[in-house]
T-cell receptor
Framework: RKEVEQDPGPFNVPEGATVAFNCTYS??????FFWYRQDCRKEPKLLMS???SGNEDGRFTAQLNRASQYISLLIRDSKLSDSATYLCVVKSFNKFYFGSGTKLNVKP | DGGITQSPKYLFRKEGQNVTLSCEQNLNHDAMYWYRQDPGQGLRLIYYSQIVNDFQKGDIAEGYSVSREKKESFPLTVTSAQKNPTAFYLC?????????????FGQGTRLTVV
C-alpha cells in the first residue's frame, strides 16, 4: 500500500470554478502535512502547510482529518495560473512521503 | 539568497558510466534528501541524511550511492548498477530540528542515458 494516495486527475475546470483535491495517508503516526505545487518540468514548491484546525491562504483552504487520515485542498475562483500538479505530502519522523500528484487544468 | 543548488541541470550518460549529481545548500539545514521522479509519477526517496557523516537508504537505493562529508553538500552518484537511470533527480533539505518545517527543493537534474 502506498504511503500517500491521490486521485491523479486530470481535473479540467473553467476559470472561476471551485475545485477540491483529496488525499489519504497510511501511517497514523505521521506528524506534518503539506500541499506542494509542481509546474511542468520544475521542482515542487510549497503551497501551504496543513493544520488540524484547517487553514486558509487566500483562495486556498486546506483541511486535515487525523481520524480518517484524510487531507483536502480547496481552490476557489480558479485562475489560469493555477494549472499545475498538486502534490500531497506527509512527513513522518523527518522523512517526506509524496503522493503521485493531481493534475489541474484551468481553461479560459 | 539562501537556497539549494543542483548541478548540472541536464546530464547525459553513456551506459556503463558512473555520474555524480551535485547538491549544495546554504540554509544551514541538517536534513537532506534525494528523490527520483519518473514521468507522470510521484517522488520516490533514494537516500536521506539527518546529520553530517550519516545517511540512510530510502525506498529505491539500489544502484545509487551518497556521501555527507559536509553539512552543505550531499552528492548523489548514479552507478552503472542502476538499470534504468533516466529520470528527473531532485535534492531537498529541511530543518530537522523542527517537526513542522517543510522540504525545500533544488531545481533538479534531468539525467538521460544515451
Amino acid at each position: 500500500r502506498k504511503e500517500v494516495e491521490q486521485d491523479p486527475g486530470p481535473f479540467n475546470v473553467p476559470e472561476g470554478a471551485t475545485v477540491a483535491f483529496n488525499c489519504t495517508y497510511s501511517n497514523s503516526a505521521s506528524q506534518s502535512f503539506f500541499w506542494y505545487r509542481q509546474d511542468c518540468r520544475k521542482e515542487p514548491k510549497l503551497l501551504m502547510s496543513v493544520y488540524s484546525s484547517g487553514n486558509e491562504d487566500g483562495r486556498f483552504t486546506a483541511q486535515l482529518n487525523r481520524a480518517s487520515q484524510y487531507i483536502s485542498l480547496l481552490i476557489r475562483d480558479s485562475k489560469l495560473s493555477d494549472s499545475a500538479t498538486y502534490l500531497c505530502v506527509v512527513k513522518s519522523f523527518n522523512k517526506f512521503y509524496f503522493g503521485s500528484g493531481t493534475k489541474l487544468n484551468v481553461k479560459p | 539568497d539562501g537556497g539549494i543548488t543542483q548541478s548540472p541541470k541536464y546530464l547525459f550518460r553513456k551506459e556503463g558510466q558512473n555520474v555524480t549529481l551535485s547538491c549544495e545548500q546554504n540554509l544551514n539545514h541538517d536534513a537532506m534528501y534525494w528523490y527520483r521522479q519518473d514521468p507522470g509519477q510521484g517522488l520516490r526517496l533514494i537516500y536521506y541524511s539527518q546529520i553530517v557523516n550519516d545517511f540512510q537508504k530510502g525506498d529505491i537505493a539500489e544502484g545509487y550511492s551518497v556521501s555527507r562529508e559536509k553539512k552543505e553538500s550531499f552528492p548523489l552518484t548514479v552507478t552503472s548498477a542502476q538499470k534504468n537511470p533516466t529520470a528527473f533527480y531532485l535534492c531537498a533539505s529541511s530543518d530537522g530540528s523542527t517537526m513542522n518545517t517543510e522540504a525545500f527543493f533544488g531545481q533538479g537534474t534531468r539525467l538521460t542515458v544515451v
